[in-house]
T-cell receptor, first 110, second 112 residues
Framework: AQRVTQPEKLLSVFKGAPVELKCNYS??????LFWYVQYSRQRLQLLLRHISRESIKGFTADLNKGETSFHLKKPFAQEEDSAMYYCALGRQGGSEKLVFGKGTKLTVNP | DAGVIQSPRHEVTEMGQEVTLRCKPI?????LFWYRQTMMRGLELLIY????????DSGMPEDRFSAKMPNASFSTLKIQPSEPRDSAVYFCASRITGTSQFFGPGTRLTVL
């Protein structure tokens, strides 16, 4: 069964500090991992997709198959990064279904 | 493109009433998803359609919930009768094969 664990419900950092949002997954097949971001009372937006290996808004995430992790990182957090972050897991090759973690609420303090 | 469109944006109803949520996916997308978001359970997939056909409805909580997709540009999620525990934000998302999911703005449902 597919499972996504985001161990931190809340994460608070100061502006300019590094931030890491943790995501671990459980899946026997070839995974495809995503990070979605939801700003206050807005729709979820795709932030990163592991196969594209992009850096968006300064965020990066590396898929570590050995540790079954896909942690989201940013070296210098900004106040506008405050949002809810969801890690999601799908099957590589185009499976329709995504399983989402419960989310981590990031607060970046001035 | 306006993106995924959902209506209404807010719905307040009384227990026992029927509630219908609507979704218009992005034109050309062939998959549509309905999610429910609550503080306690996070984001849960309720059902998804591929080419208008329901593929997986294992997340639908009970028979009070039903979803339809009569054509490629419209889907409904119906709750009948509604209960206070159904209060949540309901998101619709769509995608075309090979891309990520695009989410709508959500419908905030309150059942009194």
């Amino acid at each position: 069964a597919q499972r996504v664990t985001q161990p931190e419900k809340l994460l608070s950092v100061f502006k300019g500090a590094p931030v890491e949002l943790k995501c671990n997954y459980s899946y026997s097949g070839s995974p495809e991992l995503f990070w979605y971001v939801q700003y206050s009372r807005q729709r979820l937006q795709l932030l990163l997709r592991h196969i594209s290996r992009e850096s968006i808004k300064g965020f990066t995430a590396d898929l570590n198959k050995g540790e079954t992790s896909f942690h989201l990182k940013k070296p210098f957090a900004q106040e506008e990064d405050s949002a809810m972050y969801y890690c999601a897991l799908g099957r590589q090759g185009g499976s329709e279904k995504l399983v989402f973690g419960k989310g981590t609420k990031l607060t970046v303090n001035p | 493109d306006a993106g995924v469109i959902q209506s209404p944006r807010h719905e307040v109803t009384e227990m026992g009433q029927e509630v219908t949520l609507r979704c218009k996916p992005i034109s050309g997308h062939n998959s549509l998803f309905w999610y429910r978001q609550t503080m306690m359970r996070g984001l849960e997939l309720l059902i998804y359609f591929n080419n208008n056909v329901p593929i997986d409805d294992s997340g639908m909580p009970e028979d009070r919930f039903s979803a339809k997709m009569p054509n490629a540009s419209f889907s409904t999620l119906k709750i009948q009768p509604s209960e206070p525990r159904d209060s949540a934000v309901y998101f619709c998302a769509s995608r075309i094969t090979g891309t990520s999911q695009f989410f709508g703005p959500g419908t905030r449902l309150t059942v009194l």
